[in-house]
C-alpha cells in the first residue's frame, strides 16, 4: 500500500541551575535565549508512558570537545532539548555531564538511560584532567580505560539503556565493541540536504509520531556500514531513494539499504539510534522530538516495543 508523505519535574534549584546554563551557553555563542525558546515550545507537554519508578538520564557530552565538529552548534541544542523533554514531561530526571568518573560501575547504576549526545572521539580514554578521580583505581590510563569500557558493557547487558543520535556512530573508533553495541559504523556522509524518509514499519510504536506518513528532512545524513545488517537491527526508518538525490558522490553500499533509524538488543539492555541530530533546527522540529522522547522512553523500559530483526 501506497503511504502518504508529508513534509518527574526537577526541584525549583534544579530549574534554576538550567536557566542559568541556558544564559552561560548563549554568552559562550552556543546556545542563545531564542534557540532555547523554540526547543521549550516544540517539545511535548506530555510523555505517552508513565514511567514505572522514577528514572534517571545521563545525557553524555564527549570529554573530547575539542575534537568535535559539532562543538559549537547541535550539542549544546541537543543537550538542553533532551533535558528539556524531562522538565516539561515529568518522564525523567536529566543530569548534563562530561563527567568521566560517571561510567564507573557504582556511578552508572544510577542512571536508567545513557544519552550519547553527538559524543565523539574517545570518550572512554580517561583524560588528564581526570585521572586524579581515578586514583583508587589504578595510574595507568590504559587499564582504567579497560574498567571503564567494561563497566559500561556490563550496564548495559544488565538492562541500561542507550539513546544514541548523529555522529555517535562515529565515536570511539578504536572500540569496536562500541560499533556492534550500536549495530553500526559509519562510512561518511554523502548527503546535506533534503531526503525523503521511509517509515520501515509503520505501526512500531517507536513511530507513532509520524502517523503511518514518509516524510522529508533536510539533514546531513550518513551511510552505515558493517556491523550493520538488517538481520541484527530491526531497522525504524530508511532513506526513500525514490524521492531522494541518489546522484550524491561516496555512496559505498550497493544494496541501496540506507537506514536512518532502528533498536537493537544487547543482552537485556535496549538500544536506539537515529541519525537526526546534526542541523541545528532539527532540535525544535516536534516530531523529532517526540521520537527521541518515545526513545528515552523505551531505553528506559517504560514503552514497550519489538526490538528483534525483521
Not at 548563549?26 to 542563545?32: E, H, I, Q, S
Not at 573508533?173 to 556522509?189: N, T
Not at 523500559?301 to 530483526?309: C, F, I
Request: with cysteine; aromatic share 12%.
Amino acid at each position: 500500500m501506497h503511504r502518504q508523505t508529508t513534509s518527574i519535574v526537577l526541584p525549583a534549584v534544579w530549574r534554576a541551575v538550567a536557566f542559568l546554563a541556558v544564559f552561560a551557553a548563549a554568552a559562550r555563542g552556543d546556545l542563545t535565549p531564542d534557540q532555547a525558546k523554540r526547543i521549550r515550545e516544540a517539545a511535548p507537554a506530555k510523555a505517552r508512558a508513565v514511567p514505572r519508578q522514577p528514572r534517571r538520564v545521563l545525557i553524555w557530552n564527549t570529554p573530547y570537545m575539542e575534537q568535535s565538529p559539532h562543538k559549537g552548534y547541535t550539542i549544546p541544542q541537543g543537550a538542553f532539548a533532551i533535558r528539556t523533554l524531562g522538565e516539561k514531561t515529568g518522564a525523567f530526571e536529566a543530569v548534563v555531564s562530561d563527567d568521566q568518573s560517571l561510567l564507573l560501575p557504582e556511578q552508572i547504576r544510577q542512571f536508567d538511560v545513557f544519552v550519547m549526545n553527538n559524543s565523539c572521539g574517545p570518550w572512554t580514554t580517561p583524560t588528564d584532567q581526570a585521572m586524579p578521580r581515578f586514583a583508587k583505581y589504578g595510574a595507568d590510563k590504559d587499564d582504567i580505560e579497560k574498567q571503564l569500557r567494561k563497566g559500561f558493557l556490563e550496564w548495559v547487558r544488565a538492562g541500561g539503556g542507550v539513546v544514541a543520535y548523529h555522529y555517535s556512530i562515529g565515536a570511539a573508533r578504536h572500540w569496536p565493541e562500541l560499533e556492534r553495541l550500536l549495530g553500526a559504523s559509519c562510512g561518511g556522509h554523502p548527503w546535506n540536504e533534503e531526503i525523503g524518509v521511509k517509515l520501515d514499519e509503520p505501526d512500531h510504536p517507536l513511530l507513532r509520531v509520524f502517523g503511518g506518513k514518509d516524510f522529508r528532512i533536510a539533514e546531513e545524513v550518513f551511510q552505515y556500514l558493517a556491523p550493520y545488517a538488517r538481520d541484527k537491527v530491526r531497522v525504524l526508518l530508511s532513506i526513500d531513494t525514490k524521492t531522494t538525490n541518489m546522484g550524491v558522490p561516496w555512496l559505498k553500499r550497493t544494496d541501496n539499504d540506507y537506514a536512518l533509524a532502528w533498536v537493537k538488543s544487547y543482552g537485556k539492555g535496549r538500544v536506539f539510534y537515529s541519525e537526526f541530530g546534526h542541523r541545528t533546527e532539527v532540535w525544535w522540529n516536534p516530531a523529532i522530538l517526540e521520537f527521541y522522547l518515545d526513545a528515552i522512553q523505551f531505553a528506559a523500559g517504560d514503552l514497550d516495543a519489538p526490538v528483534e530483526p525483521r
